[in-house]
């Protein structure tokens, strides 16, 4: 999938005409491209739409218009934007009671670390890979960017096959078959 560059955003008093339906269009797009895994996993598939929407996001909130930090914030997210062969995702962990976010976390301790989060598809597993920097020895954060990279048979059966997402890990034993819907949508994450 193609990375962004600074001619696919548009300076901030343009976005501002076409936020609402912007931001629409990419409710209804991370909709589709969001599993929840288990009780606290949830997993947004991104793409060059999410990625673009994040951006403009950043460039509305923080002020950005200084080229040089505008190139920054393109940099950095375009590492979210899956490779040929690859699904790319933000995976959070939710706890919504903020007196149990700290024995949450510590308990998912290792979640990064142990080949614990994969897809499986026909019998494969794809594993996946966790961006370093997100967990220490004695904590985990509650967000973090995984890529998952597909051989080419598995691509080939990724539409057609039942495809799981499965999380095990001794905290949390999961899994999410995915919809026609979704395996259509992520698929195209491929090419």
């Known amino acids: 999938m193609k990375q962004l560059e600074r001619s696919d955003l548009l300076n901030t008093e343009d976005y501002l005409k076409e936020r609402e339906l912007r931001r629409t269009q990419v409710i209804a797009l991370r ?10 996993l949830s ?20 002020r950005i218009t200084d080229d040089g930090k505008i190139q920054h914030e393109i940099d950095t997210y375009n590492e979210l ?11 959070f962990i939710e706890i919504t009671e903020t007196e149990k976010i700290k024995a949450v976390l510590d308990t ?8 614990t989060v994969f897809f499986q598809i026909n019998g494969d597993k794809v594993f996946a890979e966790f961006e370093p920097g997100h ?15 597909f051989s080419q048979d598995q691509i080939a059966h990724f539409k057609d096959s039942q495809v799981r997402l499965v999380v095990r890990h001794p905290a949390d034993q999961a899994e999410t078959v995915l919809s026609s819907a979704q395996k259509l949508e992520l698929a195209e994450d491929f090419e």
Not at 81 to 91: F, R, Y
């Open 31 to 40: 909709k589709l491209r969001r599993i929840q895994v288990g009780d606290c």
């Open 108 to 115: 998912m301790q290792g979640l990064d670390r142990l080949n």
């Open 43 to 62: 997993f947004v598939f991104e793409n060059r739409d999410t990625v673009r929407y994040q951006i403009q996001e950043m460039m509305r909130v923080e």
């Open 81 to 91: 934007i899956p490779e040929p062969g690859s699904l790319s995702a933000t995976m």
């Open 135 to 149: 967990s220490k020895e004695d904590r985990i954060s509650a967000v973090h960017y995984v890529k998952f990279r």
